[in-house]
């Protein structure tokens, strides 16, 4: 037996008993951070295969989404920081080791090349809006340019985009200390996520049926991908060290097994996969459910590994006298 | 590099705790925050039991993950020594390095920034111990340069096992504890 108790108090506010330092806004960061990747990923992609006709929301309307998307999910992550009036030393340097780093000034590239995106087809995707920007002196050159260069603007934001959605999961899998988020699997896994949850956002405000089947049928593609990322990531905590398989129980009993497996697998990935594969056969129409949970689900999947990283720990103390250690002391 | 240690020898500390208080003292750690604390580590099966005291601290590690998770730079290696410390000028807040550190050593301060144990740079300047050491009453406690042979810590690890905490985090902690 071997029991290790405080005797000096230690309750440092959000890191004892347990870590407790990133609530709801991280987890919506980084839902929306992978959200818009896959809104900058998908409309460049509509665009460069040539499927203005066929997928006409994707190709012109869905790039305006994304930096209200994103900014959305700064201003959340703003909401985190602690000592927010210096939240611009994120850009007094570049710290090489550190992924947040990276992925701040990932950001400051985003926005201009997602600019780039919305002018290059804000004529045909939102007419109205163009015409009102169109009065203002230079703005009909600027948008011509951009059309001319539009499959330049859109092969340029397909890496960003990618890019962008692999931080997401990079940025907790870099922390060696939290033995549940340190595995390489979250940058892929969080990617097939944010991916999954613009085809659904698609699929939800697409008007012709034509291009909700398309995005009906990469979302399943998607989904069956991720499920296997989920059982890799599974397979690769139950067969690592000791630290990870403390980890794995997070997920095997306890409150949050319930959680990751009924509402994040069960009802966010399995549920909407054979929703959307019914729907494609005809058999049903229901066409909002599966992609309303596909979002819960792809937000679920941030929440629950945000928290069971922090749940998972390399020391622990007993903070509190526990009458039944007594029983552990017995021979 | 300059590699300071702390050696501390379980089998003279008694868990007084006068270490902790010290350190708030010297610090104006604000209230309900700490710096350091004081483990007590019972192992084996009634009647053999063993008890030890640790007196615990951030671990000034060479290869620090917090250092490494920082965006900002805020937190750095005190000039060309091991000592970590948080400007909180540079520091957003942002909770990275309290979630890199697999020692938990870290804590928020009222004003936001982030803070924790300095080994009391601001009295090693001075050629004094860190206040924590220089309080012990057991004298348990050794604060030192490792990479002088002549130092009362390099002499200690040479004569007695000193063993780091969870070393397998391959942070590769300054805090030593004799056995």
Known sequence: ?331 | MTRYAMVIDTRLCIGCGDCVVACKNENRVPAGLNRDWVVERTSGAWPRLETEFRSERCNHCDHATCVQACPTGASHHWGDTNVVLVNPDQCTGCKACIAACPYDARYITPEGYIDKCTFCHHRVEQGLDPACVATCPTRCMHFGRLDDPRSRVAQLLRERNGETLKPETGNLPNVYYLK
């Open chain 1, 1 to 331: 037996m071997i029991e290790e108790t405080l005797v000096t108090a230690r309750l440092n506010p959000k890191v004892d008993p347990s870590l407790g330092i990133w609530s709801w806004e991280i987890p919506v960061y980084l839902f929306l951070g992978g959200l818009t990747a896959g809104l900058m990923f998908f409309a460049a992609w509509a665009l460069l295969s040539g499927r203005e006709k066929t997928a006409p929301f994707a190709a012109h309307r869905m790039a305006l989404w994304a930096p209200i998307v994103l900014s959305i999910g700064m201003t959340a992550l703003f909401f985190d920081l602690e000592h927010k009036l210096w939240v611009w030393r994120f850009y007094t340097s570049f710290q090489v080791a550190s992924p947040m780093s990276w992925g701040s000034w990932l950001l400051i590239f985003i926005y201009p090349i997602s600019l780039l995106q919305i002018l290059s087809t804000l004529r045909p995707g939102y007419p109205g809006l163009a015409g009102w920007a169109e009065r203002v002196p230079l703005v009909p050159r600027l948008l011509d340019l951009c059309e001319r260069h539009r499959r330049t603007i859109a092969a340029w934001s397909i890496p960003f985009a990618i890019g962008l959605g692999i931080y997401t999961g990079i940025l907790l899998s870099a922390f060696s200390a939290r033995p549940f988020w340190n595995t390489s699997i979250l940058g892929p896994l969080f990617l097939v996520s944010g991916l999954s949850a613009a085809a659904a956002l698609a699929i939800l405000a697409a008007r012709e049926a034509a291009e909700r089947h398309l995005f009906a049928r990469i979302d399943i593609g998607l989904l069956i991908v991720e499920l296997a990322l989920v059982a890799l990531l599974v397979i690769g905590l139950a067969t690592g060290g000791r630290q990870q398989l403390q980890a794995l129980e997070l997920i095997l009993s306890g409150p949050y097994a319930a959680l990751f497996w009924g509402w994040f697998v069960g009802m966010g990935l399995v549920l909407p996969l054979l929703l959307e594969w019914q729907e494609l056969r005809g058999r049903l129409k229901l066409v909002f459910i599966a992609p309303v949970l596909v979002l819960i689900g792809g937000f679920l999947l941030r929440q629950i590994t945000v928290d069971l990283g922090q749940l998972s720990t390399w020391t622990e103390y007993a903070t509190q006298f526990d009458p039944a250690l007594f029983e552990r002391l017995r021979p």
